[in-house]
């Protein structure tokens, strides 16, 4: 049974970090990743990263969040620098494994101006 359990999330002033973190088991994972959702918003990509090491991220979020990921641990992170207001969302683990897509239960990011 594939589980994610995710951590990290928080409120921080502008300009402050966080770091989420993301623990998946029971599975191998090609593909992890993280995704935000804002209220009123539909959910997009903000990074992610293969097996491999190869990375992927949103254009407004290049340069400010780093994804990494330990595949012994099967745990993906994603550390947040230089957060602004427009950064607030709920922020969902994705894990891919075998072309199936799994989530997490998210996160809340609240970054105040």
């Known amino acids: 049974q594939v589980q994610l359990v995710e951590s990290g999330g928080g409120l921080v002033q502008a300009g402050g970090s966080l770091r989420l973190s993301c623990a998946a088991s029971g599975s191998i994972f090609s593909i992890m990743g993280w995704y935000r959702q804002a209220p009123g918003k539909q959910r997009e990509l903000v990074a992610t990263?293969?097996?491999?090491?190869?990375?992927n991220y949103q254009d407004s979020v290049k340069g400010r969040f780093t994804i990494s990921r330990d595949n012994a641990k099967s745990t993906v992170y994603l550390q947040m620098n230089s957060l602004k207001p427009e950064d607030t969302a709920d922020y969902y683990c994705d894990a891919r494994s075998f072309r199936r897509d799994y989530w997490g239960q998210g996160t809340q990011v609240t970054v105040s101006s």
């Open positions: 990263i293969t097996f491999g090491g190869s990375t």
